[in-house]
């Protein structure tokens, strides 16, 4: 005899919503300068789900900014 198995499996929806909080601004912000260069230094951002941060700089506060360095982590 011929047997037939049936199995019914549930339909799972699984809705991921977008992370659209962004990180937490750097904290503890130093700079060390030398000639033609600023290193910028911050702490480690606690967040898991930093991926990095862009560096931009203006010569106003209110100005155009321009992108000048990116980083990867925190």
Known sequence: ??????????????IIEPDITPPSSPRG???AT???VVDIY???NPERDVAG????VS?????????IGT???T
């Open 1 to 14: 005899a011929l047997t037939f198995s049936l199995f019914l499996l549930g339909c799972h929806e699984r």
């Open 29 to 31: 912000i130093a700079t």
């Open 34 to 36: 030398g000639d033609n």
């Open 42 to 44: 911050w702490l480690a």
């Open 53 to 56: 941060y862009n560096v931009l």
């Open 59 to 67: 010569s106003s506060y209110d100005g155009t900014y321009t992108l």
């Open 71 to 73: 980083t990867r982590g």
